[in-house]
């Protein structure tokens, strides 16, 4: 009997503090994603001299940033390209790494900002390349 009335008020307690848990924490939306309906839309504008540090692109362009992304990813068998978001900033990469070794690899990323809604800054883009 104590331990079937103990198995009871531990899930009434757990259903509780649950319950209380979900309503009283609240956090701010950031987005984790982006529209690439918007980002296409976006293609034409210029990423300023001092936000551009990649090498073999002749237009300074978020659009012509994307296509040496997307061309240098179709060029191999393995998709390369890793796109994702973090508090409010998004990245589209392209690795030349290959997973069992560092020798000769490096990467281009695009990065922008975004908002709590999702809309994407323009005056926020970067393209970074490591090599």
């Known amino acids: 009997m104590k331990v079937m009335l103990g198995i009871v008020i531990g899930i009434i307690l757990g259903v509780g ?6 309503h009283l924490v609240r956090v701010s939306y950031v987005p984790d994603e982006f529209e690439y309906k ?3 839309s976006l293609s034409a504008i210029k990423i300023s001299d001092d936000k551009f540090h990649c090498e073999n692109t002749i237009i300074r362009s978020v659009g012509s940033v994307l296509g040496v992304i997307y061309r240098s990813n179709a060029n191999g068998h ?3 390209i890793n796109e994702k978001c973090s508090e409010g900033v998004c990245q589209i990469t392209y690795s030349s790494c290959k997973p069992w070794g560092n020798d000769g690899c490096g ?3 695009l990065s922008f900002k975004v908002s709590e809604s999702g809309k994407i800054y323009s005056s ?3 393209c ?3 090599p």
Do not use: G, K, W
């Open 78 to 80: 393995l998709n390369r």
């Open 124 to 126: 926020t883009f970067r």
């Open 17 to 22: 503090v649950t319950l209380i848990s979900n």
């Open 107 to 109: 990467s281009t990323t």
């Open 128 to 130: 970074l390349q490591v």
């Open 38 to 40: 918007e980002l296409l």
